[in-house]
């Protein structure tokens, strides 16, 4: 009571004061219509302090955020839920939702009133404008009176994390493994040979019986079945330049290396590849992944990594079945390079489009294509992703047809 009396608004504690100084008016001047006037003044608001301390300290909220993971650029949706646990309405509840900026402005609903037993939902949408993890919540409502002269407030304590990751782009186009790679070896070796050059295994009950070898069974006098074909993987490594590039924002140099590799990533990932990603200067980020769970680590990963500033770092190595790398056109990465032999993308995100120095593009590309990749560079525009992706594997391919 305490607390709902300290809830007073300026104008319940103007109607106390009136009251107040009506009652004493009144009992020196005998004035019984006055003192009845001064007793409904001191009442009303000690009837809003009562109500309202007996509807909202008993009210539950829940939050929702669809999606979790939440594309640069994009909008999810929020849905807040408040629920009335007492048995009587509430009055008239306001609801103020803390949100990040980077997510929007805080969020501010009326909801009129909630019957006892009750809910009533909201929703909200919030902005993802830059890579990163980001709160929503607490919530705060204040419940008013109907005349205006009680505020009270509960602050929940929940919060819910959304996690902005880096754009995924579709992009088309198949690529091939190193022809000279274990994925190729062994696919040729389970392809060039027939039946009977697989070694087959004892039978087992419950094997079944159309996958039995009758010629080896003829041979060794016993039930003899093909063995299971050997799962083939194909294994990419993608290796990002994360130097600062000085600029920041959804859209600068470092977002769109980002970008460029987990559209890459979800490319290789739904057509059967496993991945891993490392950095430039030698820190593992996903060691590898596979399916549409390795595609949610990745997108982790991408989405709370920090540009580091430019060093020498160790050299770049290659052995995957396939090498991507995703760097700027900076002299430093342009001349980390190293020497391929088999098929390997590389994607220059052309930092001087942004007004960052750095190496002219042409440059960067003759450079890195002299050392055998297949390459092809990215600008500030979207659509440049795709276009890389698709200029570099056309690039492989035809070499690969010569």
């Not at 103007?14 to 003044?41: E, M, P, Y």
């Not at 294994?235 to 590799?261: K, N, Q, Y």
């Not at 540009?307 to 770092?313: I, L, M, R, W």
């Amino acid at each position: 009571m305490r607390r709902a009396l300290a809830a007073l608004t300026f104008r319940g504690k103007a109607l106390i004061a009136v009251g107040l100084g009506l009652s004493c008016g009144a009992a020196l001047s005998g004035q019984r219509d006055v003192l009845r006037i001064a007793v409904l003044l001191l009442a009303l608001p000690l009837v809003s302090v009562w109500l309202a301390s007996r509807t909202h300290f008993r009210l539950g909220a829940e939050r929702s955020v669809t999606p979790t993971h939440v594309p640069v650029g994009s909008t999810a949706q929020a849905t807040l839920t408040v629920t009335n646990l007492a048995r009587r309405r509430t009055s008239t509840l306001l609801l103020r939702e803390q949100v990040d900026p980077h997510l929007g402005p805080s969020i501010d609903r009326v909801l009129e009133h909630v019957e006892g037993g009750g809910s009533r939902s909201t929703t909200f949408p919030l902005e993802a404008s830059q890579r990163g993890r980001y709160d929503v919540g607490p919530l705060s409502v204040t419940a008013v009176d109907p005349f205006g002269l009680v505020r009270l407030t509960r602050a929940f304590r929940s919060t819910q994390s959304v996690l902005v990751v880096p754009r995924v782009y579709a992009l088309d186009g198949a690529v091939d493994a190193d022809q000279r790679g274990r994925g190729d070896r062994a696919s040729s070796a389970l392809s060039s040979g027939g039946d009977d050059d697989i070694i087959p295994r004892d039978y087992r009950p419950g094997d079944d019986l159309r996958r039995i070898h009758w010629r080896a069974s003829a041979h060794s006098d016993e039930l003899l079945v093909r063995r299971e074909e050997q799962p083939w993987t194909r294994h990419a490594t993608i290796t990002i330049d994360l130097a600062d590039d000085g600029i920041g924002g959804p859209r600068s140099p470092l977002e769109v290396a980002l970008s460029m590799a987990a559209s890459v990533n979800a490319h290789l990932l739904s057509r059967g590849w496993a991945v891993r990603v490392e950095s430039l200067d030698g820190r593992c980020l996903v060691a590898q992944a596979e399916g549409a769970a390795g595609q949610a680590r990745v997108l982790d990963a991408l989405a709370m990594v920090q540009p580091v500033a430019g060093d020498d770092g160790p050299a770049l190595r290659t052995g995957s079945d396939l090498s991507v790398l995703v760097i700027q056109s900076t002299r430093d990465a342009v001349r980390r390079v190293p020497l391929v032999h088999h098929r390997c993308l590389a994607f220059i995100v052309d930092v001087m489009a942004w007004g960052a120095p750095g190496l002219d593009a042409r440059e960067a590309l003759a450079r890195t294509r002299a050392h055998g990749w297949h390459a092809a560079t990215i600008g500030p525009s979207p659509e440049s992703i795709a276009s890389a992706w698709q200029a570099a594997t056309d690039d492989a391919i035809m070499t690969g047809a010569r």
